[in-house]
């Protein structure tokens, strides 16, 4: 299979030219890039719920790993349980922190998009009223 290239792409750019004319071509590429966007939040929102199993298989294995171990004799294996804990509580803490910015960062993308839907509501409604005002 061969790629497109450098004159293939603007054979392609030409031919979108002439087949839509100047004044369609912006609102052409601005439907691709809402399309592509779309398709883009998508597949983040469906590979944000595999990473929300992927943390829960995680802090499984770290409440395991943190299970206390059998009483040791020196102080050199109560040292190293008490690295072990406080590495799987930052793990843990990491873990969380991320959950979290990933739950933020989805709820402000919400926000936004409500906010564009109002936004073309109200635009479509204000149309309507001076469609009905010239009738």
């Known amino acids: 299979m061969s790629t497109i290239g450098i004159p ?3 054979l392609i750019l030409v ?5 839509f004319g100047p004044k369609k071509l912006p609102e052409l590429g601005r439907a691709v890039g809402h399309t592509l966007k ?5 597949t983040r929102s469906l590979t944000s719920d595999d990473d929300e199993e992927d943390d829960k298989a995680k802090a499984k294995e ?3 790993k943190t299970a206390t171990p059998a009483p040791a ?8 349980t008490s690295t072990d804990k406080t590495t799987a509580a930052a793990d843990q803490d990491a873990l969380d922190r991320e959950r979290i910015e990933r739950e933020v960062r989805e709820r402000l993308e919400r926000e936004r998009l ?4 109002r936004a073309k509501l109200e635009q479509e409604r204000l149309q309507a ?4 005002h010239k009738a």
Do not use: D, P, S, Y
């Not at 031919?15 to 087949?19: F, T």
């Not at 779309?38 to 998508?42: G, R, S």
């Not at 004799?73 to 040292?79: D, E, N, V, Y």
């Not at 009223?129 to 009905?132: A, I, P, R």
């Open 129 to 132: 009223e001076q469609g009905q």
């Open 15 to 19: 031919l979108a030219l002439v087949l």
């Open 62 to 64: 770290l409440a395991a």
């Open 73 to 80: 004799a020196t102080t050199a294996t109560t040292a190293a």
């Open 38 to 42: 779309e398709f883009k939040n998508a």
């Open 8 to 10: 293939g792409l603007i």
């Open 114 to 117: 409500e906010k564009e839907i």
